[in-house]
């Protein structure tokens, strides 16, 4: 095993971050995995800061661990790359500092989304979308106005901008680029060029000098520096990889390569996304449109909301008991739960959560969280039976979601 050569990934998640390193057939060998929340302003309703320094930290410590998991050798990793939830954004001052950053749902900007709708006889949101794929809903335009508007101090250091991903990258390396895969979703990137557009900033108003130089997944990057090296474990001068996004770096590793293709990628949430052969937009909107990370392909998506976290909601609400057996048995809460969802009829006796629905990227509603049709009755209402509903809720609007791409 001391001869063989392994690459690592470095994964930010909306729940958590992981390390993972496989060998060059593409098996896991190891992973190390850490929880992570973000912070809420309360004084800014919907915001989702994503907290650098000590998600940093979190993310050392995952390479780290997965290094010892695997029993091999720092020179043993042949290269390491990064993946992240996408929509996320961090921004940087003149010094390449990180300074500000948030999560995928930041919703902070609700009044920006409202006053860029109006924008030029309200075509801005279309014009952004035929250009981009993307609406107002999760883009990074109406966030940097926010800041704009209400933390001027930042927008006005601001002099770089980069997804998640590319922070860990840079934070690997010292090397700052963007890919198109996870740039794509700020409304900023053209589908057809894979490069910025900063017209669209300009037509907002925003300062197009922070874009950030582009590189397709794949291409070198950087490699480790030192400081990193001595935080993780790592060797310094590792290359570091370009990566991208991570439901299109999911589809890679499903084999989703070619045209018509689909997938159906879990986690915090659950993407629904078909591969097309060029970029098309949708005349109603409702569908997304990603630029996948082989070019030209770009891939239509739609999205449920929360999916994964509702789960996880539901195993740190409720099910301590089984989170305690899991941990004595060696296994996954989830797991146990999945056992004990199975025994429950389809239908989960006809209890009905509302926690997402299908996606209509144009006007995205969400009713409150909640359960109807509860039972006082145990057997008919329990654990078992909620956690079959939520898995059930996950598999229906999938498919409405497919559906929807279908159409388009």
Partial sequence: MSNQIYLMALDAGTGSVRAVIFDLEGNQIAAAQREWTHLSDPDIPGSMEFNLP????????????????????????????????REGIVLYDENKTPIWACGNVDARAVEEVKELKELYHHTFEEKLYAVS?????????????????????????TKAISMISDWLAFM??????VEPSNAGTTGMLDLKTRQWSPELLDMAGLNAEILTPVKETGSI?????????????????????????????????????????????????????????????????????NPHVIPPLVQAESISFFTGLTMRWFRDAFCEEE??????????????????????????????????????????????????????????????????????????????????????
Wanted: hydrophobic share 45%; proline share 5%.
């Fill in 54 to 85: 000590h998600n940093w930290q979190l993310a050392c410590d995952c390479i780290h661990q997965s290094l010892q998991k695997a029993q091999i050798t720092a020179d043993q990793i042949a290269a390491i790359s990064t993946c992240s939830m």
């Fill in 133 to 157: 794929g993307q609406t107002l809903a999760l883009s990074a335009v109406p966030r940097l106005l926010w800041l704009a508007h209400h933390r001027s101090d930042i927008y006005r250091q």
């Fill in 172 to 177: 690997l390396s010292g090397e700052l680029a």
């Fill in 221 to 289: 990057l950087g490699s480790v520096l030192q400081e990193v090296a001595e935080l993780t474990g790592l060797k310094a001068g590792t290359p570091v990889v370009v990566g991208g996004g991570d439901v299109q770096l999911g589809c890679i590793g499903l084999g989703i390569t070619e045209p018509s293709q689909a997938a159906v990628i879990g986690g915090t949430f659950w993407q629904q996304v078909v591969n097309l052969p060029e970029p098309i937009t949708d005349p109603d909107m409702n569908v997304r449109i």
């Fill in 323 to 408: 989170k305690r057996l899991a941990e004595r048995l060696g296994t996954d809460a989830y797991a146990l739960l999945e056992q004990m969802a199975e025994r429950i009829p389809v239908g989960a006796n006809d209890v009905i959560p509302i926690f997402s629905d299908a996606m209509h990227f144009k006007s995205w509603y969400h009713a409150a969280p909640s359960f109807i049709n509860l039972s006082i009755d145990p057997e008919k209402c329990n654990k078992a039976v909620l956690f079959r509903a939520l898995e059930e809720n996950a598999a229906i609007v999938s498919s409405c979601n497919l559906d929807q791409v279908q159409q388009f």
